[in-house]
C-alpha cells in the first residue's frame, strides 16, 4: 500500500511543480506575450510540448518525484490522517483542471491543423 501511496504523492508534487513552472514560464513571457518588435506575439504548442513532454528534464523530475513520494510515504513516523488524503486530492484538481481545460482547447485546433494540410 506504500507504494501506491507514495506514487499518489509524488504525481501530486510533480503536477504542482509543472504547473508552477509552466506559469512563472508565461508570466516571464511578458503580458500578452510580446514580441520582438513589442507587437502581440503568440504561443505555439509545440512551445509548451518542448518544455514538458519532449524535455529530458521533465521525466527525470517525474522520476525523482515519484521516489521522493515513496520516500516520504515510508520514512514518515505513525499514519497519515484521512484529512491529508482528502487534502492531497483537492491540490491534484487544480492542475488536473488546467490540463483538461488545455487539452480542450488545443485539440480541436490540431485536429483543424491537420485537415487544413490534408487538403
Known amino acids: 500500500m506504500w507504494i501506491l501511496k507514495g506514487a499518489f504523492v509524488g504525481v501530486t508534487v510533480f503536477a504542482v511543480g509543472v504547473t508552477v513552472f509552466l506559469l512563472a514560464f508565461f508570466r516571464g513571457s511578458g503580458p500578452i506575450f510580446r514580441g ?27 522520476a525523482a518525484s515519484i521516489v521522493i513520494g515513496w520516500a516520504v510515504v515510508v520514512s514518515w513516523p505513525g499514519r497519515f490522517s ?6 492531497l486530492a483537492i491540490a491534484d484538481v487544480v492542475p488536473a483542471t488546467l490540463l483538461g481545460l488545455f487539452l480542450m482547447l488545443a485539440l480541436p485546433l490540431l485536429r483543424t491543423a ?6
Do not use: E, Y
Open 36 to 62: 520582438s518588435g513589442g507587437g502581440v506575439a503568440s504561443l505555439d504548442i509545440n512551445t509548451i510540448l518542448h518544455l514538458t513532454t519532449h524535455s529530458v528534464w521533465f521525466w527525470a523530475a517525474f
Open 82 to 87: 484521512t484529512l491529508f488524503w482528502i487534502m
Open 114 to 119: 491537420a485537415n487544413s494540410s490534408a487538403k
